[in-house]
């Protein structure tokens, strides 16, 4: 007779997951745990996906030393078709970036109409203009180097919502559907600054296999993934391809497993409460 697949409860109570978190986070393993329970008890797609995806995508957090508490935009773990996707916020970028010791100064944020005036085609440089209304008209984001190097990177609302359409699968049902249920219908200002964002970084940031650096080259490989044996897998992007990228385990998947060992987990706790994220 064939066990019952575990549940997430089950996993997270298990000396082999309990131990790898512990020498991701230390002292703050137990309550990383916690808030993964709080997430997936809070939101009911993500309690239909398969528990190992999000204890995987919980690892990739884990490992960047990122809390995934919602309301932060640090990072999420968001529900997509039966599996639980990896999902970096705006403020996880920033907080990698100045992490490395690389960055003076990071920043996205949205732009008021009028407010730049022009955007020099040799350099990329953008030339400020004066505000003449509280529409916003697109997004920015800004770095600077230590080393002195900065560069600025703009993007329209109208090219927000085309990048949306063309690597959201989710976005682009909303708009055939008339439907609000993917993030870049319900939080678009966190999608545009985190997508400015990150263009910039992946384009002109400093990204390396260094201790240094090596967070941040890892977030944006791994941003809305799904992590699989084989890599991770793009599920929300381009109208049904998936793309897959090779990569060396955050979370040693085996230690899964241990519930078939001695020393695996205690039933839940039935007075666990049930009740949020996205």
């Known amino acids: ?10 996993l997270l109570n298990s000396a082999g997951i309990k131990r790898r978190f512990e020498e991701l986070l230390d002292k703050a393993a137990p309550s990383f745990i916690s808030s993964i329970l709080a997430i997936f008890n809070s939101n009911k797609k993500l309690r239909e996906c398969d528990p190992h995806s999000i204890l995987a995508a919980a690892g990739i957090a884990a490992a960047l030393k990122l809390p995934i508490n919602p309301s932060l935009s640090f990072a999420h773990i968001v ?4 599996t639980a996707q990896f999902q970096m916020g705006w403020r996880g970028y920033v907080q990698l970036a100045m992490r490395s010791g690389q960055y003076r100064t990071l920043n996205s944020g949205a732009i008021r109409e009028g407010q730049i005036a022009d955007i020099d085609f040799v350099t990329g440089e953008i030339i400020r203009g004066e505000k003449i209304s509280d529409t916003i008209v697109g997004y920015v ?19 927000l919502q085309a990048h949306a359409e063309k690597y959201s699968q989710s976005y682009a049902y909303d708009i055939r559907s008339g439907r609000k249920s993917s993030v870049w219908s319900t939080n678009f200002d966190a999608m545009a600054k985190k997508t400015v964002l990150k263009k910039l970084l992946s384009n002109f940031g400093v990204i390396s296999i260094d201790q240094q650096s090596a967070a941040l080259a890892t977030a944006l490989q791994a941003d809305q993934a799904v992590v699989t044996e084989d890599g991770f897998r793009y599920v929300d992007n381009e109208h049904g391809e998936e793309k897959i990228v090779p990569f060396n385990e955050v979370i040693d998947m085996p230690d899964i497993e241990a519930l078939d060992e001695p020393d695996a987990p205690d039933e839940p706790d039935q007075n666990d409460s049930e009740e949020q994220h996205d």
């Open 79 to 82: 529900p997509y078709k039966g």
């Open 1 to 10: 007779m064939s066990q019952p697949n575990p549940t997430l409860q089950q």
């Open 141 to 159: 984001a800004y770095m600077e180097l230590v080393n002195g190097f900065y560069k600025s990177l703009y993007m329209t609302v109208e090219e």
